[in-house]
């Protein structure tokens, strides 16, 4: 009987093993490394919403190519990596919370070059008005 049991338990163990190794996905050479696959995220996330602000363009077309040779991918290696990192669901959850966190950096770095650069033209137009009223003095 505990023979039995053991070979039972063992053949089921094996069999789930078996089952598991056939289902898990498996990384091809195609596979573009998760960092630029993250990257990408943010980059056609950007192109999405060019998309709703225009949708009878053909920008969406063009700017999917132009990104994908930009990162010298191909369309068919881009979608096998999507699929492969698609099937970890939280997996892709935290790798769209990271496109997002980059979208949010960049956005504040733009900001902040923005505020620089009005800081620099307001200080440029106090200058010119201290020389017009300096020069109209003398």
Known sequence: MFRRTTYTLFSVTLFCLAAAACTAPTKSEKIIQEDTY????????LLNAIDET???????EEGLDTILQNYN??????EESHSFYHQDVEGQRER????????????DRMNQVRRELRE??????????REAQQEQQE
């Open 54 to 60: 225009y949708p009878d363009s053909t920008l969406r």
């Open 120 to 129: 620099e033209q307001n200080q440029a137009q106090q200058r010119k008005q």
């Open 38 to 45: 993250i990257d990408l995220l943010a980059e056609l996330h």
């Open 73 to 78: 991918i191909s369309v068919e290696a881009f």
């Open 96 to 107: 769209l919370e990271e496109a997002n966190r980059r979208l949010r950096n960049e956005y």
